[in-house]
């Protein structure tokens, strides 16, 4: 059995398939439960709906660092508003948050200033966080020190082998998806990674070109299966063990 950790099918707005269609090929795949996961206030109630309608979904509550436009007082009424569904039994985790710098316009400050209140809601709530960082580690790993977190995740890791050492440090996990079958990065041992798609996006071999789907976890299965010279069976049976601790689902 495997467990897609964060993918985004919930999102009428970025994800053209339909629900029931993606979820049954999701099963046909092996793939028996998922993670929809949250990028700024209204997303995240809508992915608490969606969790709320499929059993074999869960879900976050997220912000993701390019959305949030620096209105402080805003950001505060959101997560007065957000308390209600905070406390839903299917909600999983805090994220994805973090700090994006790769494209040009982004505001460190209120990144920083995001990402600070989010992660205190982490800790408070004692919930594991999928941590979204992209050319920003540097910045990132003072703040993440300041915070006592339970043990969370780096969504798409893709830096370097140095950030991946101090992740590692630090007892965070990976989440590996279909960049792994197409780009050369470096990669954390199998009992410290989970799988994911970040579906619609980063399709994995052979279907790039086409809109990712949860049920592609297989491809990503067989893709750590020869990386890491073992079975897709123990690829699964590590990888989804490690997700259901980690998310309690
Ligand atoms: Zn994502």
Redesign the pocket.
């Known amino acids: 059995m495997l467990i897609d950790t ?3 099918i919930h999102d009428k707005g970025c994800y053209d398939l339909p629900p029931d269609e993606v979820l049954a090929h999701m099963h046909e795949n092996g793939v028996e439960k998922c993670i929809v ?1 949250g ?1 700024d206030p209204t997303d995240s109630k809508n992915a608490c709906l969606f969790a709320s309608e499929h059993s074999e979904v869960w879900w976050t509550y997220g912000y993701h660092p390019n959305d949030f436009d620096g209105d402080k007082i805003k950001l505060e009424k959101d997560l007065i508003a957000a308390k209600e569904i905070l406390h839903d039994k299917r909600l999983v985790a805090i994220g ?1 948050i973090g700090l994006d710098y790769h494209f040009d316009g982004y505001n460190k400050d209120f990144q920083i200033y995001l990402l600070e209140n989010m992660l205190q809601l982490a800790q408070d709530l004692k919930l594991p966080v999928s941590f ?1 960082i992209r050319d920003a580690f540097t910045d990132f790993w003072p703040i993440f020190d300041n915070f006592h977190l339970v043990p969370s995740v780096l ?2 890791f893709s830096d370097n082998e140095q950030h991946l050492q101090e992740g590692l440090k630090r007892g965070l996990y990976t989440g590996v998806n279909g960049l792994s079958t197409f780009a050369q990065i470096p990669h954390a041992p199998l009992d410290r990674t989970i799988l994911e798609t ?1 579906a619609p ?1 980063l399709t994995p071999k052979p279907f790039r070109g086409t809109i990712n789907k949860p049920g592609y976890v297989k491809n990503i299965a067989e893709w750590a299966a020869e990386y890491y010279g073992v079975t897709v069976a123990e690829v699964a049976r590590v990888t989804t063990a490690t997700a259901e601790q980690l998310f309690k689902i």
Do not use: L, M, N
């Open positions: 964060h993918c985004h996961i990028t994805e979204h969504h798409s970040d996006f």
